[in-house]
């Protein structure tokens, strides 16, 4: 009995070891990225989080770019990096760029109660922009500017490695997809194409800013998103949060 309690003691004081170290063994997973303003609910491995702070770091160090100048703050993502599912908006809009999150604004409010009716939300799914500082006056990004960004778009989809992609308005679809065809003729419909060295499986619908404009479009997107969720089923993607 005094040998059980002396191992048991002994375990209890190399678990509390660990913990000063930094390290623990739990079932649940670690927040290491609260530092960036990720909300991370699945393991991720040291190596990744270290390059997407090294892309993060890349982008904030752009130069010569109008974009950087006038924004307050580098808008880089939200939600959860080990993530299978991944949306692509525009940019930041004046809410983004102070809080340094996207889709935080009213058209974040719209995508949060989008992704909620089918059961998702921003821990299990991760979001980025085209782009990563606001367009000044909230115009639409350039086509420069686009190209300019577009590498980075890339390499962050690369890591990420996401099976399902959602792009949401027509400036995400231009920039991945290609301008031949227009939003409202893209949108729910399944494309598979290579980005970057990941393949996964894109889909397009109208971006929350515009649905706010045009309400009656919702019932378009919400055919989008049932997609999303069938999709998903279908891939046996496991939702952590």
Request: glycine share 6%; hydrophobic share 35%; charged share 25%.
């Amino acid at each position: 009995m005094k040998n059980k309690i002396l191992i048991k003691s002994n375990k209890k004081k190399f678990y509390h070891k660990l913990i000063n170290n930094g390290i623990t063994y739990n079932n649940k997973p670690l927040n290491r990225y609260s530092k960036n303003n990720y909300n991370v609910g699945g393991y991720m491995s040291e190596k990744k989080i270290a390059q997407l702070d090294t892309l993060k770091k890349q982008i904030n160090s752009i130069k010569n770019c109008e974009l950087k100048k006038n924004a307050t703050n580098i808008v880089f993502s939200d939600g959860n990096p080990s993530s299978k599912i991944m949306i692509i908006g525009e940019g930041p809009g004046a809410n983004e760029d102070k809080e340094g999150k996207p889709f935080v604004g009213r058209a974040g409010k719209l995508l949060d109660k989008m992704l909620s009716s089918i059961k998702l939300n921003r821990n299990n799914v991760y979001i980025s922009n085209v782009v990563n500082f606001r367009p000044p006056m909230n115009r639409r990004p350039t086509e420069e500017e686009i190209k300019r960004y577009l590498p980075f778009l890339i390499k962050h989809i690369e890591l990420i490695n996401p099976k399902i992609l959602f792009l949401l308005g027509s400036t995400a679809l231009n920039a991945l997809i290609g301008n031949e065809v227009v939003i409202s003729k893209a949108r729910g419909k399944w494309v598979n194409k290579k980005i970057g060295v990941v393949n996964p499986e894109i889909i397009s619908s109208f971006h929350p800013a515009f649905l706010m404009r045009q309400p009656d479009q919702k019932k378009y997107a919400w055919e989008d998103l049932k997609m999303i969720k069938k999709k998903i089923s279908e891939l046996k993607i496991k939702l952590n949060g």
